[in-house]
């Protein structure tokens, strides 16, 4: 079965800066696109950014010109950079892996979440 594994979350101080990154291991034939999803107390988990196999790349409005995901493709591994931190980015972050299915549809699969945290 797939499994996802993350690394990187922590605490940071407003303006600084923190990578996250996800490995995705198991059998894994049709990866169709990787990101990261956040979710903080009292709502519900949204969009932070995907980038397709094919380099594609799309962004939360909030998360324009801070962060930057980037991915190995080969590897199924995705990197979410995030610079300027806001006490607003205050989150659970997932990592998601959907996967082409033989029904023409996807299978997603998350990771474990890892906690960000921007307080002084």
């Known amino acids: 079965q797939v499994q996802l594994v993350e690394s990187g979350g922590g605490l940071v101080q407003p303006g600084g800066s923190l990578r996250l990154s996800c490995a995705a291991s198991?059998?894994?034939?049709?990866?169709?696109?990787m990101g990261w999803y956040r979710q903080s107390p009292g709502k519900q988990r949204e969009l932070v950014a995907t980038i397709t196999s094919g380099g594609l790349t799309n962004y939360a409005d909030s998360t324009k010109g801070r962060f930057t995901i980037s991915r190995d493709n080969a590897r199924n591994t995705v990197f979410l950079q995030m610079n300027s931190l806001k006490p607003e980015d205050t989150a659970v972050y997932y990592c998601n892996l959907r996967v082409l299915t033989n029904k023409g549809t996807w299978d997603d699969y998350w990771g474990q979440g890892t906690q960000v945290t921007v307080s002084s």
């Open positions: 198991g059998s894994i034939f049709r990866a169709r696109a």
